[in-house]
């Protein structure tokens, strides 16, 4: 199991009940300029760090020491600042516990990124142990200008998920596409992503071509899959099933937000 920066898209949802496939927003640096410290591995921060589960984390490599250093890495690496306190804090929260995450500030702890609200935050349908076959899969859907679409992750999700027994995506897994085709230049317009770029995202490499991770993008993309397949899981068949997190999350997410923003980002 892991945690993904899909959490953006679960607040969305909570919160709520070159050329064709230029990237919705202006490019990112293909590599991030952070600190030159080095995480838990001995990686420096801002180089890709294959032992990290995330591949988002794995790529950008942020800072994990406190939470406005966490924030201002994955900023950098593409996600804006809004969003990032809409799933970054909650999951500190959830891992560090209400002293270290308000009071102390602390940053989220990339190594430990298992068991925390399954299949939302957390889930075992991971593409990353059968990646050789997803690039198969998805090189078969490729068209002439080197895209592939919305529908055609959605796909391989489902694949990947029916390899662990499950008939269709978790939420977590799901909600990863909408990620998946902004960070990966995709064109909400043509709703096509270059493959190039997710299959290095995929290997754990900055993508060729990236975009950047907006609250608008993220609708979008949503709506794109949600005609040509189906629309999201619903958070709260999750949050039924685990109240105590879902509670918790619920918290961060809304009631400490304000409290937060205050003593640890002083805004």
Not at 33 to 54: F, M, Q, R, Y
Not at 172 to 181: A, D, K, V
Not at 232 to 252: D, E, N, R
Request: charged share 25%; aromatic share 8%.
């Amino acid at each position: 199991m892991r945690i993904h920066l899909l959490l953006a898209a679960a607040s969305a949802s909570v919160l709520q009940t070159a050329n064709a496939f230029a990237p919705d927003q202006p490019g990112c640096p293909h590599a991030t300029t952070l600190a030159s410290t080095t995480n838990e591995n001995g990686v420096p921060h801002g180089e890709p760090d294959p032992k990290i589960k995330c591949a988002f984390f794995r790529v950008i490599n942020p800072r994990t020491d406190k939470y406005v250093n966490f924030r201002d890495d994955v900023d950098k690496g593409g996600l804006d600042p809004e969003l990032i306190d809409q799933f970054g804090w909650p999951m500190v929260f959830l891992q560090q516990g209400y002293r270290k995450s308000l009071n102390e500030g602390a940053g989220l702890d990339t190594n430990d990124l298992d068991g925390y609200f399954n299949g939302v935050l957390s889930h075992e349908d991971l593409m990353w142990p059968h990646r050789a076959e997803i690039t198969n899969f998805l090189k078969e859907r490729q068209s002439e200008d080197g895209t592939i679409s919305a529908a055609d992750l959605f796909d391989a999700k489902k694949l990947t998920s029916e390899k662990y027994g499950m008939e269709k995506p978790t939420f977590g897994s799901y909600n990863e596409i909408p990620l998946i085709c902004q960070k990966c230049g995709g064109n909400a317009e043509t709703g096509r992503v270059p493959l190039k770029s997710v299959l290095e995202f995929f290997d754990g490499k900055p993508p060729s071509v990236s975009g950047r991770i907006t609250q608008d993008g993220l609708k979008k993309w949503q709506k794109i899959l949600e005609d040509d397949r189906e629309a999201s899981p619903s958070v709260l068949t999750y949050g039924k099933k685990q109240p105590k997190t879902f509670f918790k999350f619920i918290l961060a997410l809304k009631g400490l937000q304000g409290k937060m923003k205050k003593k640890v980002l002083g805004l």
